[in-house]
């Protein structure tokens, strides 16, 4: 249906309920994307236009159809290891100060997971450092993996990867370590899928059941999202994690004028956010500073 016309009324509608919905801020010209991403389910449910969509979601709340325009905007590109940068940083720099404390056990988050690539590459660098610095943590690390999509979620529970997802970001060395053949995808390993736990979550939506963290992943996905649900949820990451936890952006995202609840740490061209630990303010000078080697 990617030659439905859609009226600016519709458009203005659809783009104000998708905001309002899951925070996501569509352009002024997307009328693409909305007919490309929404056509198969307007066949499915016999809508021929996007006004006559977004009245059915509003008769029907309890048929599923509201929860499958928002699974079907999102935007799910993702890769392992992506950027590099953060995950060097987590192995070099992050786990190393965390482990000095020998906490008895490690809370990750990561926070819109898509299809499993960013979790799964989260216990993959746990694994290599455990095996690199035996005793140095204890290997209770729980990583929970969040994000709106059901579709991508069950994807990522599943863990199998097809060669096209596994040739993004993945050394040999890795795929051979960490996946095992079935048919001609690959499953991640046991011993890397057990750290994980998959949940649906709205980021818009509290984050008091998920606890406390040490480390949040919120990457790539802020960018959809206006400034003032950066600030947001920025503010409401820093009340979810413990004194002097990590916060990883994407390689495009910064913390701007968003919030000042972290300080910068730079280490190897990456960039990590650490909480400010109230209780030691003033006392701890990490405002860009220079990790070296
Ligand atoms: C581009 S992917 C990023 C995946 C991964 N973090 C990475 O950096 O590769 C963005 C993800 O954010 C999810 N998302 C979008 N809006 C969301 C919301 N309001 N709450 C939770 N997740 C959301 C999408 O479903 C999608 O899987």
């Not at 987590?90 to 404390?101: G, H, Q, R, S």
């Not at 809370?107 to 216990?123: D, L, M, R, V």
């Amino acid at each position: 249906m990617s030659n439905l016309t859609i009226s600016s009324q519709e458009y203005d509608a659809f783009r104000a309920f998708l905001e309002e919905a899951c925070g996501i801020v569509l352009g002024e010209n997307k009328h693409y994307l909305v007919s490309s991403r929404l056509g198969r389910l307007m066949k499915e449910f016999d809508s021929t236009s996007i006004g006559d969509l977004i009245a059915k979601m509003k008769r029907q709340p309890r048929s599923g159809l509201r929860e499958r325009v928002i699974d079907a905007m999102t935007t799910n590109e993702t890769l392992w290891f992506r950027d590099n940068h953060p995950y060097a940083l987590l192995a070099d720099f992050v786990l190393p100060e965390i482990a000095k404390t020998r906490p008895p056990k490690l809370k990750i988050w990561s926070a819109a997971c898509s299809s499993g690539q960013e979790p799964y590459s989260i216990s993959m660098i746990a694994q290599e450092y455990l095996k690199k610095r035996p005793g140095s943590l204890k290997d209770n690390i729980q990583i929970t993996a969040t994000d709106i999509s059901p579709t991508m979620l069950s994807h990522a529970k599943e863990a199998l990867y097809d060669s096209l997802a596994l040739s993004r970001g993945l050394s040999p060395e890795r795929k051979q370590m960490f996946f095992t053949q079935e048919g001609d995808q690959w499953r991640v390993n046991e011993n890397i899928r057990r750290r994980v736990t998959f949940k649906e979550l709205n980021l818009m939506n509290s984050y008091a059941p998920l606890g406390k963290f040490d480390i949040i992943f919120c990457r790539n996905v802020l960018i959809y999202f206006s400034a003032e649900l950066k600030r947001d949820i920025l503010n409401r990451m820093a009340q979810a994690l413990v004194p002097g936890g990590y916060l990883f952006l994407g390689s495009t995202e910064t913390l701007a004028s968003y919030c000042d609840e972290f300080d910068t740490v730079r280490h190897q061209g990456g960039i990590v956010y650490q909480v400010k630990d109230k209780a030691t303010a003033g006392t701890a000078n990490k405002v860009n500073f220079q990790m070296r080697r």
